[in-house]
């Protein structure tokens, strides 16, 4: 045992330049990040492995999420003429992929990264803040004012489940427990929405409910505008003789589809 934490040790100690460095570059600051070896390896793999993993758990990896991996490379100094002439780069995009396809819902591969970074060291934390950030990307702002437990904490469970279960199972990794994950959700959250302005989110949750990526032509956002009404139109639930709050679900359902593409015309000064 006391042969194990001397190894825990040596490996926290291991690249201290590295790691305060990224967490200047996490903080804003925009420095050179110095060669981290081992260190830098296995974070930049289990990282982009996560972030690939996380975009694909719906079944889709939309641009937004692509652009978002974009973001972190660039915040974690993954670029050409940091350190290593861009291969650190394609190592991140390399594991971005390999998360992608990977089905497994073992944690396994967390515990390398946090016996380097330390279980609940700032780095953990900005590490999990980057991906809880990265999950909720996928909710509208909508659905995160409407999910509140009773203890009225609501952003861990307004994400999506099979996001919800993968990053909590994570954070635990990483030496955070489930009020501390919540917190980081709520953190994460409240930072994104007082970073866009209103119309900003309204055109993002617009974008989302259609299901389309941003900045789609006209005729792509009229089409997914049809196929979302075809798919949710209350009629449709008739025959199944729904009960009322089943209805009401649908109608509100519908609202938000109409007034998702309503937002989106008058963006382009095209409403029909």
């Known amino acids: 045992m006391a042969t194990n934490n001397v190894v825990d040790l040596i490996c926290f100690i291991r690249h201290r330049a590295y790691k305060k460095a990224l967490l200047e570059r996490f903080s804003g600051t925009c420095i050179d990040v110095p060669p981290g070896g081992s260190t830098e390896l296995i974070l930049t793999d289990t990282l982009f492995f996560m972030l690939g993993k996380l975009a694909k758990l719906d079944g ?25 002439s861009g291969n650190s780069r394609k190592r ?41 950030g990265a999950a909720l990307l996928k909710k509208t702002s909508n659905e995160l004012s409407r999910s509140k437990t009773s203890e009225g904490m609501s952003l861990n469970w307004s994400l999506r489940l099979k996001d919800r279960v993968f990053l909590r199972g994570v954070a ?8 501390q994950f919540i917190a980081c959700c709520d953190e994460i959250h409240k930072e994104s929405c007082f970073g866009l302005s209103v119309s900003q989110r309204g055109a993002c949750d617009a974008y989302n409910i259609l299901e389309i990526e941003p900045g789609a032509e006209l005729s792509v956002i009229r089409k997914a505008y049809l196929k979302q009404m075809a798919k949710n139109h209350p009629d449709k639930l008739l025959a199944q003789s729904p009960n009322e709050e089943v209805m009401l679900r649908a109608k509100d359902k519908v609202n938000s589809i109409r007034n998702a593409y309503e937002i989106l015309c008058d963006r382009r000064g095209a409403r029909t």
């Open 60 to 84: 889709r990896v939309s641009k937004r999420e692509i652009i978002f991996a974009e973001k972190a490379i660039e915040k974690l100094g993954l670029v050409s003429g940091f350190n290593d």
């Open 92 to 132: 991140a995009i390399t594991s971005f992929e390999r998360g992608k396809r990977f089905s497994d819902e073992t944690f396994d591969f967390v515990n390398q990264l946090a016996l380097r970074v330390g279980r609940g060291s700032d780095l953990s934390w900005q590490i999990l803040r980057l991906l809880c």
């Open 172 to 179: 635990e990794k990483l030496g955070f427990d489930k009020a």
